[in-house]
């Protein structure tokens, strides 16, 4: 896993910007489509641990993605087909949620 290395105004800000995007971003639609933008608290350096996970609600029905991946593949190809809910979402997750999305499905 790739380290990386943040000063304290950049977890600040970043956790500011996170904060307000995850307030008015869409997440029932996101739940519609069959995953989440998750806030997961913070990283032990302070960064936001923000993550695109597979929504899975036992009183919604059997998820639609098997795993976190099934979904991460699934909002990258609707990102590149110009989606604005996926383009958002990508631009919400944390810098290692990105890295590791971006890794197995390429930039979008």
């Not at 869409?26 to 997961?40: P, Q, Y």
Request: with cysteine.
């Amino acid at each position: 896993m790739q380290q990386f290395s943040t000063t304290e105004s950049e977890n600040r800000d970043a956790a500011t910007a996170a904060a307000f995007g995850l307030d008015a971003f869409d997440h029932d639609a996101a739940r519609r489509d069959g995953w989440v933008i998750s806030d997961c608290g913070n990283y032990r350096d302070g960064a936001p641990h923000i993550e695109l996970q597979k929504f899975d609600d036992p009183k919604q029905g059997p998820p639609k993605f098997r795993d976190d991946r099934e979904a991460w593949s699934h909002v990258v190809a609707r990102a590149r087909a110009g989606s604005a809910l996926h383009i958002r979402a990508l631009d919400l997750v944390d810098r290692r949620e990105r890295s590791a999305i971006e890794a197995a499905f390429g930039p979008w």
